[in-house]
Nanobody
Framework: QVQLVESGGGLVQPGGSLRLSCAAS????????MGWYRQAPGKERELVAV????????NYADSVKGRFTISKDNTKNTVYLQMNSLKSEDTAVYYC??????????????????WGQGTQVTVSS
């Protein structure tokens, strides 16, 4: 049974940092490109960062480029998102899921039955 368990969210002031983690089980993690997605209230889910299966290449949405860093540890079956210089518009529920191996910034490569509960990130003073 596939499980993706996100953690590390919370309330942070603008300009602050958070590090999200996503622990995966039930599938061969090292063969999957992985992504971090987010969904803000009233908005569609968007892909913000993606990394290749072995972690050698990354891609980011323009809105987070230079502020967020995605990394992947295949020995721990975990993908991370380091978020710096957070802004109020980063407020959302963050999820991890599979992503396109070509690092396209699209959501269609996510697996519908892989979604976890997400972790809430709130950026507010």
């Amino acid at each position: 049974q596939v499980q993706l368990v996100e953690s590390g969210g919370g309330l942070v002031q603008p300009g602050g940092s958070l590090r999200l983690s996503c622990a995966a089980s039930g599938f061969t993690f090292s063969t999957y490109a992985m992504g971090w997605y987010r969904q803000a209230p009233g908005k569609e889910r968007e892909l913000v960062a993606v990394i290749t299966n072995m972690g050698g290449r990354r891609n980011y949405a323009d809105s987070v480029k230079g502020r967020f860093t995605i990394s992947k540890d295949n020995t721990k079956n975990t993908v991370y998102l380091q978020m710096n210089s957070l802004k109020s518009e980063d407020t959302a529920v963050y999820y991890c899921n599979a992503a396109c191996s070509g690092l396209q910034m699209i959501t269609t490569c996510a697996k519908e039955d892989y979604w976890g509960q997400g972790t809430q990130v709130t950026v507010s003073s």
